[in-house]
């Protein structure tokens, strides 16, 4: 478990929200204890922290009838506050810029400064994040959360087909090592939460195009087909101006190949997607045929089954494909025998 010693370090240097400290203390408790970023829970860490420390944050407080410990309506209405002065007058499916560059300090307080400019490299992606809301009823918005939304995500499952879940797109920079340079601890750099309703690729470009304004400078930016297929002014074109160098799986293996796109991946208006292969792209005009594992077809008929006739069947010899002789006939045996006698 992280130290609240070192919590507390993140949350000072990053500068933001002084008078929130000790509910910004409980929700670095619970995440680092791996416990939901549930109120009730960050009461929880808050009030069983030891006496100095409660002390300190103002957890246990001297009243004129004396101590005085957090309860859960206090946390519950500094969380409030703290809510509506971050959020934006009209809900929208992305955060508000004080939300976000909240966030921004956040994560970069916690990288150690001496990994601070140990590589400009990211490795970007999304996930799903369910919400904590139920979802609406059909054909409604009436729910704990209404800028959550349906949308669609992978499953373990045997079948191709993915399925629903109502929440959001969370997406994360992750620091990488320069190529042929040492190896730096993946820390996360940014982060950002978008609605369903929202491309996540394009909630991520503002996050990442103004970290050089901040003194960050983007290096490699390691993204998958997800990100690569996306229109040229709405990823590459932003991130390349900002100075990043894209570094992108454009063809994973288990999709089939798609068609370069015919826009420019490049502020010089230079096309650099693949060579077209020598395949057709059109699965209308070129179909795709399966082989089949039919057996082969042979102009050989079956061996017969030995006659019983001694003199209508003919000696039988081994073939090729046999692997022990044929079983002498019986009729054959019986005449042997009697001309012994």
Not at 85 to 108: M, N, R, T
Not at 172 to 183: C, I, S
Request: proline share 11%.
């Amino acid at each position: 478990m992280i130290p609240l010693a070192a919590l507390e370090g993140v949350i000072d240097a990053s500068g933001i929200a002084p008078l929130i400290e000790a509910m910004l203390a409980g929700l670095c408790l619970t995440q680092a204890d791996g416990r939901p970023a549930h109120l009730t829970r960050v009461h929880h860490a808050l009030i069983t922290l030891p006496g100095d420390d409660q002390a300190r944050l103002g957890v246990l407080a001297d009243w004129k009838n004396g101590p005085h410990l957090l309860t859960y309506r206090q946390t519950e209405y500094t969380f409030g506050l703290a809510a509506r002065a971050l959020a934006k007058d009209e809900p929208g499916g992305l955060p508000s810029p004080e939300l976000q560059a909240a966030c921004d300090q956040l994560l970069e307080a916690s990288v150690p400064e001496e990994f601070k400019d140990a590589s400009a490299s990211l490795a970007v992606d999304w996930t799903d994040l369910e919400t904590f809301s139920r979802p609406p009823p059909h054909g409604t918005r009436d729910c704990a959360d209404p800028e959550a939304s349906w949308g669609h995500r992978r499953n373990n499952l045997l079948r191709s087909q993915d399925e629903l879940f109502y929440g959001y797109y969370f997406s994360a920079g992750t620091m990488e090592r320069e190529e042929n340079g040492p190896g730096v601890p993946e820390l996360a750099r940014r982060m950002t939460v978008c609605s369903c309703r929202r491309d996540p690729a394009r909630a991520l470009v503002p996050v990442l195009t103004a970290m050089p304004e901040h003194g960050i400078p983007l290096g490699d930016v390691l993204a998958d087909s997800g990100y690569s297929h996306r229109a040229a002014a709405a990823w590459a074109l932003p991130l390349r101006r900002a100075g990043a160098q894209l570094v992108q799986d454009l063809h994973p293996g288990d999709r089939v190949p798609r068609a370069p796109t015919t826009a420019p991946s490049s502020p010089t208006a230079t096309c650099t997607a693949p060579r077209r292969p020598a395949r057709c792209w059109s699965s209308a005009r070129c179909p795709v045929t399966r082989r089949r594992n039919r057996p082969r077809r042979t102009t050989r008929r079956p061996p017969g089954s030995p006659a019983t006739n001694s003199a209508a069947s003919p000696a039988t010899t081994p073939t090729a494909t046999t692997a022990s002789p044929a079983p002498r006939s019986r009729a054959r045996s019986a005449a042997r025998s009697a001309r012994h006698q």
